[in-house]
């Protein structure tokens, strides 16, 4: 069975530092891997995806993410982060068969000003 | 661009109630799902559908039911709610290929 690991819950960080959220999977097949955001009292909203090709990926609001096949990982990060980016971040797996999108328990980052 | 709608957004049930959550999506995507949010436990998968006719348990189904009728409509249905089913629901929907796109999401509420 699928599962996702993201080991850090809570982060708190001042503006301008750099950030970087690990995220692990377990799954031997060929994943689809996720990482959304969800702002105070909304849902989730994608940050990024990968599915193939560069392992570097890039998504919305300066966010990027590396994908190491043989590490299983898929972690998150963003050279400068803004008191904006306060929010939960949420990596997620799913295989390519069932479709069948699994969660991490998420982290939650506070960025002061 | 309505995308996933879920109805209602706050409700809430006494023990015992039943009560049916409403999702819908306009992108004639063919994978639905059910997730719940509880704090420190992220998003937990309820049922799931892969089309319409078909749904399948996820890791904490029990006391919910689903069934998928259309391609457009995915209810939860709580038989007898129970406090321990307090919590947010969020439906989303995918298609092959794709990223998941999520509902404004269900506060529930069970007394």
């Known amino acids: 069975a699928q599962s996702v690991s993201q080991h850090n819950h809570h982060v708190i960080l001042s503006e301008a530092a750099s950030l970087e959220l690990g995220c692990n999977y377990s799954?031997?097949?060929?994943?689809?891997l996720f990482w959304y955001v969800q702002y105070p009292g909304q849902h989730l909203q994608l940050l990024l995806k990968?599915?193939?090709?560069?392992?570097l990926v890039k998504g919305i609001k300066g966010f990027e993410a590396e994908f190491i096949k043989s590490k299983f990982s898929f972690n998150l990060r963003k050279p400068s982060v803004q008191w904006s980016d306060t929010a939960e971040y949420f990596c997620?797996?799913?295989?390519?068969?069932?479709?069948?999108?699994?969660f991490g328990t998420g982290t939650r980052l506070l960025v002061s000003p | 661009n309505a995308g996933v709608t879920q109805t209602p957004k706050f409700q809430v049930l006494k023990t015992g109630q039943s009560m049916t959550l409403q999702c819908a999506q306009d992108m004639n995507h063919e994978y639905m799902s059910w997730y719940r949010q509880d704090p420190g436990m992220g998003l937990r998968l309820i049922h799931y559908s892969v089309g319409a006719g078909i749904t399948d348990q996820g890791e904490v189904p029990n006391g919910y039911n689903v069934s998928r009728s259309t391609t457009e409509d995915f209810p939860l249905r709580l038989l007898s709610a129970a406090p321990s089913q307090t919590s947010v629901y969020f439906c989303?929907?995918?298609?092959?290929?794709?990223?998941?796109?999520f509902g404004q999401g269900t506060r529930l509420t069970v007394v």
């Open positions: 989303a929907s995918r298609s092959w290929g794709t990223e998941a796109f």
């Open positions: 997620a797996v799913s295989n390519t068969g069932f479709q069948k999108l699994v």
């Open positions: 990968y599915f193939s090709g560069d392992p």
């Open positions: 799954y031997g097949g060929t994943v689809n």
